[in-house]
């Protein structure tokens, strides 16, 4: 397990399979009840799509989202009126 530490200095663990390198799973220290289990773990095509985009000041320049998903530059989303 690899462990990382976010800007405000809480600890996310990620796990990667050994053959390939990718993203198996991650737990975080602000969601201790939670797992996140990456996607690409699934084999299913009828796999939901996402429907929100977290963490955005830190993507790529080239990385585009529809326009009619909730965006966030962090985890928080702003929760409606």
């Known amino acids: ?9 809480r600890k996310l663990y990620r796990s990667f399979c050994p053959n390939c390198g990718s ?3 991650w737990e ?4 201790p009840n939670a797992v996140g289990v990456a ?5 299913d095509p009828k796999f939901p799509e996402p429907v929100a ?6 993507k790529h320049d080239w990385v585009n ?7 966030s ?3 928080e989303f702003k929760k409606n009126a």
């Open 39 to 43: 996607v690409g773990c699934f084999e």
């Open 23 to 25: 993203t198996v799973h």
């Open 73 to 75: 530059d962090t985890q």
């Open 1 to 9: 397990m690899f462990v990382d530490t976010s800007d405000d200095g």
């Open 65 to 71: 989202f529809p326009e009619s998903w909730p965006k």
């Open 53 to 58: 985009a977290a963490w955005n000041r830190s």
């Open 28 to 31: 975080a220290e602000f969601m």
